[in-house]
């Protein structure tokens, strides 16, 4: 009989898993700023057209690439932050499949210019996933990564794409929650040629709050920093009344079911649903740590995130969470003394 089981050519396998990893623009903006911060950026800068649809370009000053790493990084499962399944206990960077890149760069008219040392640079050139050429240029150390005509060669995504709007609103949200937990670090974003988001670097997490949530936000929040054992949660939490007068984009509910958890826009299971046990308290948390000497730490080994786009965490340890939510009231309480 003829054989009916074939493994797939890459080029299909690149664009399934580019599916998985990047659903719309706004999963290519978070997957890249990420990349950025993982590179050690300090300043990160984020331009699209359409929405995502027709461009999106991420620039930033990290660590960069030589020519090796740069050509390397676009295979798939090449990277840069684990070598041996020992190192998945205690990930403390964003990405560490190596699926990101070439993921994109299968679905787009992908172009990465890098540089490592701020003399030579490397430009590599890829359309659907086919390398068209790769040349050193002039560049300052970092990394820009051009992104154009997301799902070009796969119609059947672009199609489910949503409004410009909506697309628009989801990019925004990906890059302002990156900003809310990372306040040492600058952004911009840029939308159709207009300044939406710029915040400078080295700001408090109140600075940034109210950058980019807003002064009349920030004066509903009250601030969180309490220890469990070895964990220790540093945040904000809001009155469910506060959340409910405040309108708009700059609602601390709007993120209940979706906390940024150890810088990262994931929702922790038994944190994140403030309707399923009392108090009923949105939670907001900032950094989440576990540390023999008690520092504030942003990631530790027993979370994980083993969704492909990250968004969601999970806890080997959880019983630290119920005395965590009880913590809440007296916090609540206090403020209204």
């Known amino acids: 009989?003829?054989?009916?089981i074939a493994i797939?050519?890459?080029?299909?396998?690149d664009q399934i898993a580019a599916g998985e990893v990047v659903e719309r623009p706004g999963s290519a903006v978070k997957e890249l700023v990420e990349n950025a911060l993982d590179a050690g950026a300090l300043h990160v800068r984020v331009d699209l057209e359409q929405g995502g649809k027709t461009l999106i370009e991420v620039s930033d000053d990290g660590c960069g690439m030589g020519r090796e790493d740069a050509v390397l990084a676009l295979d798939r499962h090449a990277t840069s932050k684990i070598r041996s399944a020992a190192d998945l206990v205690g990930i403390r960077s964003f990405g560490f499949r190596g699926e990101a890149l070439p993921a994109i760069a299968s679905v787009s008219r992908f172009r990465l210019l890098t540089s490592e040392d701020g003399n030579e640079g490397t430009e590599i050139g890829v359309t659907g996933g086919r390398v068209d050429g790769v040349k050193s240029l002039a560049r300052q150390r970092g990394t820009t990564v051009t992104v154009r005509g997301l799902f070009f060669n796969t119609p059947a995504r672009r199609k489910f794409l949503r409004s410009v709007p909506s697309e628009t609103r989801a990019a925004h949200d990906a890059v302002a929650t990156l900003a809310l937990t990372h306040?040492?670090?600058?952004?911009?974003?840029?939308i159709d040629g207009r300044s939406r988001l710029m915040v400078p670097p080295d700001q408090s997490p109140d600075e940034r709050l109210a950058a980019i949530w807003g002064h009349d936000l920030v004066k509903t929040l009250i601030t969180l920093d309490h220890a469990v054992g070895s964990f220790r949660v540093t945040g904000f939490i809001q009155r469910p009344g506060d959340a409910a007068n405040l309108e708009g984009p700059r609602r601390a509910g709007r993120h209940r079911r979706r906390q940024p958890v150890a810088g990262h826009g994931a929702a922790t299971r038994g944190v994140k649903g403030p309707r399923r046990r009392p108090p009923h308290v949105p939670l907001q948390l900032g950094n989440l740590g576990r540390d023999a000497t008690m520092r504030n730490v942003k990631l530790f080994g027993e979370g994980v995130l083993p969704h492909l786009r990250d968004v969601q965490a999970k806890w080997e340890d959880k019983w630290w969470i119920h005395p965590l939510a009880s913590q809440t009231r007296p916090a609540i309480a206090a403020s209204t003394n």
């Open 1 to 4: 009989m003829p054989r009916r």
């Open 8 to 13: 797939l050519p890459d080029a299909v396998a």
């Open 183 to 190: 306040p040492e670090v600058g952004f911009e974003l840029h």
